[in-house]
């Protein structure tokens, strides 16, 4: 906004019209006084009338005149206009200014304006039936001279009103959308709305890292980034979720599509596999299945094609290098009823006996049923949110919705989180020393060493240029 109202200033000053303003100024008197006490009573009344004078000077008694005399392309009314008229105070000095597009048009209107004035106060000034002259007498002392630059427009003022305007415009735009938007911005946001909920609480915070996409397992990417790092601190509070029955089945939904669930699901199964435990990852979301091809692994061959009986499950099962992957399969025609029946439930519980892990990508929360719908067959559900995107409306709809199938909310996952901001943990910046194997290492000390050994004062250098000590008194 500022930037808008910047180049609105820059653009109100290219397309006005330049204008000229000529400047006369003439000299109020009061003829005859013989003694001193009449010219100080001679002033002191033309002080008091000269305020008058100046809203004589655009009344049509001047501007019809200087129209006809001067013939100028406009109406009298359209001259009063262009005449501003000042008389400072304490002062006989009345100040005509004349505006105009033209520069030397400006000046003769200045000056003719200001001798017709000048006529004019002496015929009001006049006594009735009077041959007598004017006792008041307006003299020209600074005729208008041509100007040499135009006073509008005022491009550093129009610059400058136009920031201002953008900047408070841009301000209560801000704070407008501040108050409207009801997204959670950071953890602690999610954490306050989780809360006032009596919701569960939030687990970790995923930071926003565009290389997430091309790279969808974190810990093998960037072993020590600030992603890895808060995968690896969900899986440690996922251990204290339920301290009674730790959950083994634990299923990653979300309120809306596009808010980085599947994400969540990949790399915390790497993150648990990272342990040395056997993890198994299911792609549940029937709906638009997307781990498949994050992994790089065949689709079509997966969980629908086991729960028919196509296949057997040992024979969809597929590897994505530290855990097991079983992919969504075929998309069926009735994905709720797949995921509610008895099948389903056998599937997960041959799953939970053949692993330490499992690990349930499902569908969003509220456009779909599905997730509820296998509540049976889980311990938990994770719920994740996208900073920025999901608002608070509809996490307590989706935590209103899991609360009716009895089945616990471990915790929540803030996704995309911003880097800064969100407290400690992104504050710091570690740099790892990646390790060198012996003959690096060996390497190095021999050139250090080689580096460091120098003559000195107490050692000599034998034939072949190493140094030896040599005995000296002490």
Known sequence: MALLGTAAGILASAVATPEYRATTTLFASLQGGADTSQLNQGNAFTQARVQSYADVAASPQVTKPVVKALRLDMTPTQLASR??????????????????????????????????????????????????????????????????????????????????????LGLGLGVALETVDTSMRDSKALDECLAGAGGPPVLSSIVQDPRAVRQPVSLRDDVHGPRAEGFRKLRVNLQFAEVDQRPKVIAVTSPLPREGKSSVSVNLAATLAEEGARVCLIDCDLRRPSIA???????????????????????????AGSFSVLTSGVIPPNPTQLLGSSQFG?????LAEQFDHVVVDTAPVLPFADT?????????????????????????????????????????????????????????????????????????????????????????????????????RP
Do not use: C, W
């Not at 304006?113 to 009077?130: C, D, G, T, Y």
């Not at 994050?294 to 099962?317: D, F, K, P």
């Not at 056998?346 to 041959?350: I, K, V």
């Open 83 to 168: 005449i501003s008229a000042e008389a400072p105070l304490n002062t006989v000095l009345v100040r005509l200014t004349v505006t105009d597009i033209r520069a030397g048009r400006a000046a003769r209107i200045s000056n003719a304006v200001a001798a017709r004035f000048a006529q004019v106060i002496r015929e009001l000034e006049r006594p009735e039936k009077s041959k007598s002259p004017s006792p008041v007498r307006l003299t020209i002392t600074q005729p208008a001279t041509v100007p040499d630059a135009p006073s509008s427009p005022n491009t550093i003022l129009n610059v400058a009103l136009g920031l201002t305007a953008g900047l408070v």
């Open 372 to 472: 509820a719908a296998m509540a049976p067959s889980v311990d938990g559900y994770l719920l994740v949110a996208r900073a920025g995107r999901t608002s608070r409306s509809q996490i307590v709809d989706a935590l209103r919705i899991l609360e009716r199938v009895n089945v616990p909310v471990l915790g929540a996952v803030l996704n995309g989180a911003p880097a800064r901001g969100e407290g400690e943990a992104y504050s710091y910046a570690y740099k790892y020393r990646p390790k060198q194997s012996a003959k690096a290492r060996f390497t190095a000390l021999v050139s250090s060493r080689s580096a460091a050994v120098v003559p000195s004062p107490g050692s000599a250098a034998n034939g072949h240029g190493v140094p030896v000590p040599v005995k000296t």
């Open 346 to 350: 056998s599937l997960l519980r041959t």
């Open 293 to 319: 091809a994050a992994l790089g692994l065949v689709r079509n061959a997966g969980l629908t094609t086991a729960l028919v009986g196509q296949a057997e499950l040992h024979e969809v099962l597929q590897s």
